[in-house]
């Protein structure tokens, strides 16, 4: 099964998060998505980080309407924090028959030279990768032939400023999934 691996911390996940992944699975040969939640990106702070948990629901919530999409906690029993690499080879030992893709957005190639074993990740997974607008340019070549671009829609909508949004009690209910702003607003989290 052809599996795109979506990482990230989602915090929270948003409809950017769902319009790239639906716009990937309708128009490649990719079976699944999953979301792989991370509890710790090693090149991000953790202070504004919510509690695995309440992530990974956001991401449950956010997802249940889409069939071809999962949630994967993989990285929740990995060490802190999370490298790719670790959670890549621990996919492969549990789903020997699964054939993982990286999803990853164009400003992340930028830094992809500072991933642990990165050219391991390079070797035996294919990257596919949307366009951001504010990507810097990139480091590696997008020629490599693992490497492929997807002509997906650009959304600038962060996680980042969502969350500052909630602090300053400003409305974000257009960027959420309905159950991940009730979700929010029913925990009172990021206030």
Known sequence: ?????????????????????NFIIE?????????VVTPQNPLKKRSSLLDDHHRLEMVNLAIQKYPKFQSSNIE??????????DTLVSLKEKYPEY???????EDNLNTFHKWKNYEQIL?????????????PPTALPVSHPNISKVSAPVIEISSTTIRQMIKEDKNVRPMLPPEVFDYIDGSNLYR
């Open 1 to 21: 099964m052809k599996t795109g691996l979506f990482f990230g911390s989602f915090n929270p996940i948003h409809i950017g998060h769902l319009i790239i992944a």
């Open 27 to 35: 128009n490649s040969d990719l079976d699944k998505i999953w979301f």
């Open 123 to 135: 070797k035996y997974h294919s990257i596919l990768v949307y366009p951001r607008v504010a990507a």
């Open 76 to 85: 929740f029993f990995l060490p802190k924090p999370s490298y790719t690499i």
């Open 99 to 105: 054939n993982f893709i990286l999803l990853m957005g």
